[in-house]
């Protein structure tokens, strides 16, 4: 692709103005109601957020993951423990996310520190899954090099034989973790990319919120 014919892409955006003013004191709040908007919408996949960690060398990663818990204490994805995010995770506890609403003009950034949910809260959430992906989340050895999809397909036929059609547990391998927020960005496409950005800190405590340039 040329690079003309990337210049020639991007939207107009707009929408309706934000302002730190108009928006709740608690960035949560205001966020879950910006998730209720893009389900109304019906967007495909609203909750899917990019995932971005940094390894023990400084380098950082990226990854879509699915936001599967939302409340007071933070936003909540599922995932594999031996991962390479999670290796991630264990040398720099802090991770970022990024869920884009396009057809909103909306985006959403969050950082903060990372914490595992408890053994119960994934449990609850491994039990509500479908057999298939439980049995993919027990076989997988996720980031991991594989010979070949048949490998993969063996791995799965394996454990499935092994739990005939009995309630499969979670693996301890597999889990939530929780980013717990100290700073929230909500960012409203509007024209001539004067964008709204309207940013939550959390200090001592406390959120606070002002205006950034777009
Ligand atoms: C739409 C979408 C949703 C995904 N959801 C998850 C998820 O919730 N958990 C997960 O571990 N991987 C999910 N993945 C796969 C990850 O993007 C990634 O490939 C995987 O977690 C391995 O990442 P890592 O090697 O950096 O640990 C999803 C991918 C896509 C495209």
Request: charged share 20%.
């Given at each position: 692709m040329s690079k003309d014919a990337l210049w020639r892409l991007g939207n107009q955006y707009v929408g309706a103005p934000l302002d730190p003013q108009d928006c709740d004191p608690d960035?949560?709040?205001?966020?879950?109601?910006?998730?209720?908007?893009?389900?109304?919408?019906?967007?495909?996949?609203?909750?899917?957020?990019?995932?971005a960690t940094v390894d023990e060398h400084g380098r950082p990663?990226?990854?879509?993951?699915?936001?599967?818990?939302?409340?007071?204490?933070?936003?909540?994805?599922?995932?594999?423990?031996?991962?390479?995010?999670?290796?991630?995770?264990?040398?720099?506890?802090?991770?970022?996310?990024?869920?884009?609403?396009?057809?909103?003009?909306?985006?959403?950034?969050v950082e903060g520190a990372i914490e595992r949910v408890t053994p119960e809260e994934s449990d609850a959430y491994f039990g509500s899954r479908a057999r298939g992906s439980q049995l993919g989340a027990i076989a997988s050895p996720q980031s991991r090099p594989l010979p070949t999809r048949r490998a993969l397909e063996d791995l799965v036929a394996s454990v499935s034989r092994a739990h005939g059609d009995s309630a499969l547990p979670r693996?301890?391998?597999?889990?939530?973790?929780?980013?717990?927020?100290?700073?929230?960005?909500?960012?409203?496409?509007?024209?001539?990319?004067l964008h709204d950005r309207v940013r939550y800190r959390r200090i001592d405590g406390a959120w606070i919120r002002d205006r950034l340039a777009p």
């Open positions: 960035p949560i709040v205001e966020f879950r109601a910006w998730m209720l908007a893009a389900v109304a919408a019906q967007l495909p996949t609203p909750n899917a957020m990019t995932l990663a990226a990854r879509i993951v699915l936001l599967k818990e939302v409340d007071e204490r933070g936003f909540v994805f599922y995932t594999n423990y031996e991962s390479r995010k999670a290796r991630d995770l264990a040398a720099h506890p802090y991770a970022a996310l990024v869920l884009f609403w396009e057809p909103m003009h909306r985006q959403v950034r693996p301890a391998h597999w889990g939530g973790y929780r980013v717990v927020p100290d700073m929230v960005e909500l960012w409203q496409g509007q024209p001539s990319r």
